[in-house]
């Protein structure tokens, strides 16, 4: 078995890995939600957008307004679809991240269950060496004293 400190310059390392791990998670859903939110904009203009034609059509409009509104609205159809692509891919990148921070979170932590288990096992050696001194103290004392 490795010793303590061999396990903890693993602890270490895996403790900065992690570290770095959970940035890079963090940078992921920050990502997320910036695409979420431009995405929910996007749906919102196009909303606003198709309430205030629905109101100048009830006034009358010509048939240029109409085709001009036909093509801005297939335009925000598509920077809509685009910003869906760009929140899924942002969605599995983060996926992604997660997946890599819980590995490298795992490895941490068996480190540190190797680096428990080798300090329970140094204390029982030690406990025994102790006790194997006092018998042997004790059996000392006995033979002397006779």
């Not at 205030?52 to 010509?62: L, V």
Request: aromatic share 6%; with cysteine; charged share 40%.
């Amino acid at each position: 078995m490795a010793s303590t400190q061999q396990l903890e310059t693993l602890i270490d390392l895996a403790r900065r890995e992690t570290d770095d791990a959970a940035k890079r998670l963090g940078a992921a859903l920050k990502a997320v939600a910036d695409a979420e939110e431009k995405l929910n904009m996007l749906v919102g203009y196009r909303d606003e957008y198709g309430r205030r034609f629905d109101e100048s059509q009830q006034q009358g409009i010509t048939p240029m307004a109409y085709r001009n509104f036909q093509a801005f609205m297939e335009k925000l159809d598509t920077a809509i679809k685009g910003q869906q692509e760009i929140v899924r891919h942002s969605k599995a990148r983060g996926d992604q991240e997660k997946q890599l921070w819980q590995d490298c979170e795992r490895k941490r932590m068996s480190y540190s269950t190797l680096r428990d288990r080798a300090e329970a096992q140094e204390l029982k050696k030690e406990a025994k060496r102790d006790q194997k001194a006092m018998d042997e103290h004790a059996s000392r004392q006995a033979f002397f004293k006779r």
